[in-house]
């Protein structure tokens, strides 16, 4: 094994470093793509390995791969730590792998299921754990995943996605509540409609944003060090509506 | 560009090992994985796992360079002071074999009651002897002992495999002269043999004075080499035109055999310390809090100008001091960098030869002063060259420079380091790795020479092949 591969670092000019998880396609590729662009260092994790290929060409050499599928989760450890050590450092660590294949109203499929709440949730407990370490140990660090207006209520047509989602922000605010005392910001980002392959089989979309928005969107709430941010923000209105729906509407609706 | 070829079953390093390690001055960190021996069997311990686990290794030992030569990022890093025996002490000649993790303020006190004092010493003593045989450090004594390394008799090295070698200047001189000053990245000192001083008294006769002008700094230098053992000046970085690096001279000369009525009294440690409350009441480990105020442009400008003029009312002083005193003032000034706030400091020390000296600092302090970039502290020494490999000595004069770092100004003092580094090259000048945060790659094959470099690389590849023992700065400049 090599023994130099630790990128150089200078001490006034320091570069930013980030992992991304789940950045194949879609926004976390866009978002690879726009901190490559800002001069960030940047590891980009993902199973598809011609979807990676596409991204680390479009990256000034900036963009470094990794083949992974987050729910070994068994490797992320080593991972993790062989990442850090071949970029040199990490400042921000991004979870946005998701997956939400088509559910049918009447279907209560567990495979499906499960397998939302392993990539969705498990997967980024098993990385952003890792992340929370580090970081507190630096007393520094910016830690941000991306959730969904989706888990702001469970509703008819995605209960277990919303019920991912939902997990992952309650997660989020908890590391937030641990981490900021020690210098670390969480950020959360939520989403409503993004122009990704995830959308393709969604019934009715609308203000539907390109994925380059949606990653400069993140861009933002990161530099910004927001907390939770609704991306576009009038999905912050949407939300407020939809979580004062009380259930007894709520259950005749049918979206 | 797919990195496929992890190996995802490797032992991976403890996080409860993972510690933030700053550089001195505090304008950067890095994470590692800090392991801390005492034995040379736990040393041996980590550059096994170091192997297994794919990782360099970085050695520290007080941890006082400035920038990033004692840091490795997310590899292991060595904290070497828990290796602090001192192994043998011959009082009737003054030679004395430590472990590297021995400081210079054990060193000190283990000796001067036999009536000796270590040849070099930093202005903090808080360093350690392995991390100053690593940079081959110089004392305010530049002129007259050279660096360390001109009193370090041998020293057994750790190579990185597993093997130790026993160099001096006539075993292994070619690793002798190259490790010592080889910033760590050689082989791991185990143990080092040295010659002390002789002393006659625990007091110097200390002589301060103010100078009005650069060319006033340096004739003092000149005049004064001969009948002293020390000198260092204190520049005024904010004064212009006429009074362009004035400043204060602090000689030192040790006395002669005799001088001192009762040395067996002023030699005992219980006499050497300073007060613990500086200025009368304020207690000295708050003293940085008043400083901090002062730590802006207009402050520090108030501060050096009315230490010029007091010092002018009072003309030249002349006083005997411990030696402790004299040297590691600034120890009894505790957390004094934290007045300069959370961005940390830099230093920056060029050296320039004796000819071409004056003119250099001249440009330098004017430049640094249109750039809005004055720094804050000053310190200027005299030097001589030395053979070691990478060497920063030269006959001439160093100018050492704090600069306060915020976010907002690190861009301008990366672009005033370059122009500096131009006038520096200009100048035949050379740099330090000790206090270095800026240098680059081209800067220091234009002043070491191609050529030396190349005699370093092919120690390196001789000694440590796979490239085991690295550190932030030997990427930075030479990765
Ligand atoms: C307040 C202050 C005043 C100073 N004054 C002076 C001065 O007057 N003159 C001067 O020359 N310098 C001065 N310095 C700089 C300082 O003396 C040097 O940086 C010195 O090397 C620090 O020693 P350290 O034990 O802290 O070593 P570190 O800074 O921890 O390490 C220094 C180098 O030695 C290497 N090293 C450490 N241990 C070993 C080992 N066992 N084997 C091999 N390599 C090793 C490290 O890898 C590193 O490259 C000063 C620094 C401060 C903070
Ligand atoms: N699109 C929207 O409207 C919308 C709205 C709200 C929230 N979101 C969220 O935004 C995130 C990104 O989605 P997207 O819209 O950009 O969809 P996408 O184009 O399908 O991208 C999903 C990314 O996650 C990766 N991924 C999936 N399973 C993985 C696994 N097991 N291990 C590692 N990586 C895995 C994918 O990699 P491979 O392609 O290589 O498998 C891909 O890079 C998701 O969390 C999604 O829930 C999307």
């Not at chain 1, 590891?43 to 680390?56: I, R, T, W």
């Not at chain 1, 963009?63 to 730590?81: F, G, K, S």
């Not at chain 1, 990490?90 to 990539?119: S, T």
């Not at chain 1, 995605?158 to 969480?186: D, F």
Request: charged residues 20%; contains cysteine; hydrophobic residues 40%.
């Amino acid at each position: 094994m090599s023994m130099n591969t630790t990128a150089t670092t200078r001490p006034l000019e320091p570069e930013k470093r980030a992992i991304i998880i789940g950045a194949s396609s879609g926004i976390g590729a866009a978002l690879a793509k726009e901190w490559a662009r800002r001069g960030y260092i940047v590891a980009a994790l993902a199973p598809d390995e011609a979807g990676l290929e596409k991204v680390a060409a479009e990256g000034n050499g900036r963009i470094h791969t990794y083949l992974h599928d987050v729910t070994n989760y068994d490797e992320i450890p080593a991972l993790c730590q062989q990442i850090i050590h071949d970029i040199g450092g990490v400042d921000i660590v991004a979870y946005i792998a998701g997956i939400q294949p088509v559910v049918a109203l009447d279907e209560y499929n567990f495979e499906k299921d499960a397998a939302m709440i392993r990539v969705n949730f498990v997967g980024a407990v098993a990385w952003l754990n890792q992340a929370a370490v580090r970081f507190e140990r630096a007393q520094s660090g910016q830690i941000v995943a991306v959730s969904s207006i989706a888990g702001d209520r469970g509703r008819v047509g995605a209960p277990v996605y919303n019920a991912s989602k939902a997990g992952l922000s309650t997660y989020l605010e908890a590391l937030r509540n641990r981490l900021t005392r020690q210098g670390v910001t969480v950020t959360t980002v939520k989403f409503g409609f993004v122009d990704t392959a995830l959308l393709e089989n969604a019934a009715k979309t609308f203000w539907v944003i390109s994925p380059e928005k949606a990653a400069q969107e993140i861009d933002t709430a990161v530099r910004k060090k927001k907390q939770t941010v609704y991306a576009p923000a009038r999905w912050g209105l949407v939300s407020l509506i939809i979580r004062h729906i009380p259930s007894f509407i709520f259950r005749r609706m049918s979206f | 560009m797919i990195n496929e070829n992890i190996d995802r079953t490797v032992s991976i390093l403890p996080d409860e090992r993972l510690e933030r390690v700053p550089a001195w001055g505090g304008a950067s960190y890095s994470l590692s994985h800090v392991y801390r021996p005492t034995t040379i069997e736990q040393l041996q311990a980590v550059l096994k796992l170091a192997r297994k686990n794919g990782r360099s290794i970085g050695l520290r030992g007080g941890g006082n360079s400035y920038g990033d030569a004692a840091m490795n990022a997310e590899n292991i890093l060595l904290d070497m002071r828990r290796m602090n025996r001192i192994l043998a002490w011959e009082p009737e000649n003054g030679r004395i074999t430590v472990e590297p993790g021995v400081t210079i303020s054990q060193l000190w006190q283990y000796i001067l009651e036999d009536g000796w004092w270590p040849p070099v010493v930093t202005g903090t003593m808080m360093t350690t002897v392995g991390g100053c045989a690593g940079m081959n450090v110089h004392g305010k004594n530049a002129y007259q002992a050279g660096p360390i390394g001109d009193h370090i008799l041998a020293f057994d090295m750790l190579l990185a495999n597993g093997d130790i070698i026993t160099c001096s200047r006539d075993e292994n001189s070619d690793i002798f002269h190259a490790a010592i000053g080889g910033m760590g990245i050689l082989g791991i000192f185990t143990a080092i043999t040295m010659q002390m001083k002789r002393v006659y008294s625990g007091l110097l006769d200390v002589e301060t004075e103010t100078r009005p002008n650069l060319a006033a700094m340096f004739s003092y230098f000149e005049e004064n080499l001969e009948n002293s053992d020390y000198i260092v000046g204190w520049m005024d970085a904010f004064a212009k035109g006429d009074a362009l690096g004035r400043g204060d001279v602090h000689k030192a000369s040790y006395l002669p055999p005799g001088a001192d009525p009762a040395p067996s009294q002023t030699m005992r440690l219980e006499n050497q310390h300073l007060p613990s409350t500086m200025f009368g009441i304020v207690p000295k480990s708050i003293i940085w809090l008043g400083m901090r105020p002062f730590m802006n442009n207009p402050g520090t400008w108030l501060i050096n100008n009315a230490k010029y003029h007091a010092g002018r009312l009072f003309g030249p002083k002349r006083s005997r001091q411990p030696h402790a005193a004299f040297h590691f003032l600034l120890d009894y000034v505790p957390d004094w960098k934290k007045a300069y706030g959370a961005g940390g400091l830099i230093q920056y020390q060029p050296f320039i030869p004796k000819e071409t000296a004056q003119d250099a600092f001249r440009e330098i302090l004017q430049l640094c002063q249109t750039r809005r970039l004055p720094n804050y502290l000053t310190v200027f020494k005299r030097h001589r060259p030395d053979d070691f490999l990478l060497t920063h000595a030269l006959d001439g004069y160093s100018m050492a420079m704090d600069f306060r770092i915020t976010k907002r100004n690190r861009e301008r003092i990366v672009n005033l380091a370059r122009e500096m580094d131009e006038i520096v090259l200009q100048a035949n000048g050379r740099f330090y790795f000790a206090k270095d945060s800026v240098l680059r790659r081209e800067t220091a094959v234009a002043y070491l020479g191609q050529s030396v470099i190349d005699q370093f690389r092919a120690l390196k590849q001789r000694l440590d092949p796979d490239n085991l023992l690295q550190t932030n700065l030997w990427r930075r400049v030479f990765g």
